[in-house]
């Protein structure tokens, strides 16, 4: 997902100087907020209509939060931006009406970054060849980003695991993919786990367990991204060797040979 999210600010083009909005509220969406901030955006508007995920987009570096959709959310965001659209746009979701709001949204001569896989998706192509904005998308190159993104989950510059707020053991596995199919966005978090290593049910029902908060993971639990110290030079460190690829030969991002364990 991170990947995906890089990959969608990539493709729109984000960075200094420029306006990015985000269409979609989702893990992709959030992450692309999170890369669009990366990248040096000057200002990111996330368009979301849950309370959580708009937090979460702020931290992630969101300035705006535009919680209409379709023409509405277009207007607002042309409000936003004295009546121009945004320099660049990240479409997250894949729906018809996800992607003309992206479009409608975005100024002449800006780019789209598509990553949601589009549904039945139908462009009216007088309308994008009037526009003159740019598209580009598609499924993520993620190998290409990999080594800057581990780099910079390594420096603790980036936490991408914020998006995450249910934990299943395996054997659940479906009811997690019933969980992401209904949104449980509802299902309130649970300061412990039962002995079967999932938290009691959420009395908001709906047959959702979540977990505990993240901020409550111990620095050294094997599910925190930061549990992997960095070696010293000679150290024959097996958590460090996990953290990295075997190609990269290194125990450190820079890849230098004083740091191999």
Known sequence: MLGTGWFAAVAAQAGPGRTVAVVGDGAVGLLGVLAARQLGAERIIAMSRYEPRQKLALAYGATDIVTERGEEGVSRIKDLTNGLGAHRVIEAVGTQESMMQAIGSTRAGGHVGYVGVTHDV???GMDLFFSHVHLHGGPAPVRRFLPELMRLIWERRIDPGEV???SLPLDQ???GYRAMDRSCSACSRSSGRSSAGSSPASPTGAG??????????PSSSPRSPFSARRCRPGSASAEGRRAWPATSGACSPTGSSSARC
């Open 122 to 124: 139908r462009l009216p």
């Open 164 to 166: 995450f707020d249910l």
């Open 173 to 175: 596995a479906a009811d």
């Open 208 to 217: 959702c367990s979540c977990s505990s908060p993240r901020s409550a993971w």
